[in-house]
């Protein structure tokens, strides 16, 4: 297969992986089948390979054969490592997933997030990453792999809307993230998550507990107070095993109120003062 011309994974797909390596060794990468399988459990990303490929090969800057040196890297982790998603096929599918989100397909766009989930995990666990930059640093994400698993998080609460296994995914998704992403990991967004969910599947007692946590990490926000208050109140759904209960609900938006001075949030008791019409609603 001759190549003249600028060119994409879908035409390199069409090659064997020996005239791929042929194809490299002749831009001036020196590489082999052997040398390749051995070193591609380094990587994260195939794009990673292809960067550092461009800067150590033979071609000129203008040269169009340089196309082929940056995404030869990616067909051949496919065809030599099909079992085991890279970054770059991870964030391939997160985009598809936003994609299926704007068309209105929820479903699919969880079950895929999901799945890019769990392949991101044995990566941090076999790589031993344990925060969101390094993988930034690897393979930079349009959307910012932290703000996306936020993104999954949310999705997970709407879909559990329907159905309350969702609740339990979204609890093991932000208890995973405090485990495997130890640096800078306690987030208001993670902990809130973790109160709401304990609180849908009808864990009182966690959910307090994170509830404390949450005051003890940030104790200038109102927010685990109001996120407490909320799913007994006007965030409550019927397929929750949390019992509905406006009284409690009113009780703690009360205690918010009584602590206003240590919160630094702007406008907080207007919200909360929203919240308690709508319950009396």
Not at 57 to 67: F, G, H, Q, V, Y
Not at 80 to 98: E, K, V
Not at 186 to 207: H, N, P, Q
Not at 212 to 226: K, R, V
Request: hydrophobic residues 40%.
């Amino acid at each position: 297969m001759l190549i003249h011309g600028p060119i994409k994974p879908e035409r390199i797909h069409e090659m064997r992986v020996s005239a791929i390596l042929k194809k490299l060794r002749q831009c001036g990468i020196r590489t082999s089948l052997s040398r390749f399988r051995a070193q591609l459990p380094n990587y994260l990303s195939a794009s990673e390979i292809g960067e550092q490929w461009l800067k150590t090969c033979s071609l000129a800057e203008w040269d169009l054969r340089r196309d082929f040196v940056f995404y030869a890297p990616f067909v051949l982790w496919k065809k030599l490592r099909p079992h085991r998603m890279g970054l770059h096929t991870i964030d391939a599918r997160i985009h598809y997933g936003y994609d299926l989100f704007q068309e209105g397909k929820l479903m699919q766009a969880g079950m895929l997030w999901w799945n890019c989930w769990e392949n991101l995990k044995i990566m941090l666990l076999d790589h031993q990453i344990s925060d969101w930059e390094t993988l930034e640093e690897h393979e930079p994400s349009f959307f910012g792999w932290q703000h996306w698993q936020q993104d999954l998080s949310r999705l997970l609460f709407v879909l559990a809307e329907k159905d309350l296994c969702f609740h339990q995914w979204r609890l093991h998704l932000n208890l995973e993230v405090r485990t495997l992403i130890t640096e800078n990991h306690d987030t208001e967004e993670v902990w809130l998550a973790i109160i709401e969910s304990y609180l849908a599947l009808g864990d009182e007692r966690k959910a307090e507990q994170a509830v404390n946590q949450f005051n003890h990490l940030f104790p200038d926000s109102a927010w685990g107070y109001i996120s407490w208050a909320d799913m007994y109140g006007i965030a409550h759904q019927p397929n929750y095993k949390l019992r509905f209960n406006a009284q409690k609900a009113y009780e703690i938006y009360q205690l918010v109120l009584q602590k206003m001075d240590q919160f630094e949030e702007i406008g907080i008791e207007i919200i909360v003062a929203n919240r308690i019409q709508t319950l009396v609603e």
